[in-house]
């Protein structure tokens, strides 16, 4: 099983940026599906994007395109997520998760970084 350390997290004005790191160690991952996700005080986790390490196909959520891009460095099997013009409803704990490409349910977690957007 693959692990998963985030990194990156901080406080940031609105309309500020911040670049998150997911490094991922135990295997590499191709044949793997790694996501953002995030979960804001008193909600459920909410989806933020996915990257695709085999097709490098990217989704994302409606509330982020435009303004959060996700890319990889292979070499460092790390997954990043440049947000820019962050907004207070941004604020929330950002995890990456993993999972193999064959299944639909995110098994492997880190343990999140917290992202705070001030007005």
């Known amino acids: 099983q693959v692990q998963l350390v985030e990194s990156g997290g901080g406080l940031v004005q609105t309309g500020g940026s911040l670049r998150l790191s997911c490094a991922a160690s135990?295997?590499?991952?191709?044949?793997?599906?790694v996501g953002w996700f995030r979960q804001a005080p008193g909600k459920e986790r909410a989806f933020v994007a996915e990257?695709?390490?085999?097709?490098?196909?990217?989704i994302y959520a409606d509330s982020v395109k435009g303004r959060f891009t996700i890319s990889r460095d292979n070499a460092k099997n790390t997954l990043y997520l440049q947000m820019n013009s962050l907004k207070p409803e941004d604020t929330a704990v950002y995890y990456c998760?993993?999972?193999?490409?064959?299944?639909?349910?995110?098994?492997?977690w880190g343990q999140g970084t917290q992202v705070t957007v001030s007005s």
């Open positions: 135990g295997r590499t991952l191709g044949g793997y599906v």
């Open positions: 998760a993993a999972r193999d490409i064959r299944w639909t349910n995110f098994n492997s």
């Open positions: 990257f695709n390490w085999s097709s490098s196909s990217i």
